[in-house]
């Protein structure tokens, strides 16, 4: 793999790092707003005393640490891949250009020694999983790779009920920050009690490192909520994501399609706002997840 100059000497010299993941980018947001909020996102990190490292596959490669240029490559270049864990090999081999979801940036934040990783939300256990077995491999992942991700909690699209009690089979620790209540995304208010709640970036990094020191495999998800004023209207949210899935249902999306159609058509429904609180979710965790990135370091 290849590992930018800045991120090497940073992980040598044990000062923090955040990784970032790509699929978000090629993916997640449309262009060109993917591209200034993957830069908006490193500037935060930056800001916050961390030095940030996105992480893509160029031509077969993975990359730790893509440059402006790279990024917004990935943010307009058609036919990048969407990546998860299964698709690694292929991508490798016929030295692709893959954009990497939780799952992979997950592998490949591992393998150059990043433990900290912020994204704006993990994939889940979709409605209907029960039926259908459509869950996310984010979260097979999340059970055994030892990263931490930052996120605003997964999206009202899943089924959350579903997705916990998988994380709770997996093993997976859930530490929702500032407040006992799970963050659903685009909200604060899921309306899902969690037993247990961190205050502050140190308690997350006294976590990480317990477990770590205990050689206990796998990953910690923080479920960090959407400051209120960047928060949608839950039945706005509410409406458009009912809405979104009907249309992904009529319109037979299938598999690894299925999140970015529901992303995109909930823009679109929404007139763009749930982008603009999508920006705002992924900049808030950025802050926080280089901060326990720096009290990681500390320890
Ligand atoms: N959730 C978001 N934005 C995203 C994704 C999830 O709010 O861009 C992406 C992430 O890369 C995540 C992936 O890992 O979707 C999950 O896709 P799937 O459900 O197909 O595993
Ligand atoms: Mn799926």
Known sequence: MIISNEVQKALKNNKPVVALESTIISHGMPYPKNVQTAYAVEEVIRDHGAVPATIGIIDGEPVIGMSHEQIEEFGKRKGVKKTSRRDLPIIFANKEWG???????????????????????????????????????????????????????????????????????????????????????????????????????????????????????????????IPEEFAMDTKVINGAIEKALKMADEAHVKGKDITPFLLKTIVELTGGDSLESNIKLVLNNAALGAEIAKELCNL
């Open 99 to 225: 954009a990497t979801t939780v799952a992979a940036t997950m592998i490949l934040a591992n393998m150059a020694g990043i433990e900290v990783f912020v994204t704006g939300g993990v994939g889940g256990a979709h409605r209907g999983a029960e039926k259908n077995f459509d869950i996310s491999a984010d979260l097979e992942e999340l059970g055994k790779t030892n990263v931490t991700v930052v996120s605003a909690g997964v999206k009202a699209i899943l089924d959350l009920n579903l997705t916990l009690e998988i994380l709770e089979t997996k093993g997976v620790p859930i530490l929702s920050y500032g407040t006992n209540e799970f963050a659903d995304f685009y909200t604060r208010h899921s309306g899902i009690l969690m037993e247990n709640v961190v205050n502050s970036p140190i308690e997350v990094a006294k976590i990480i490192k317990a477990k770590r020191d205990n050689k206990l495999d796998g990953g910690i998800l923080v479920a960090n909520p």
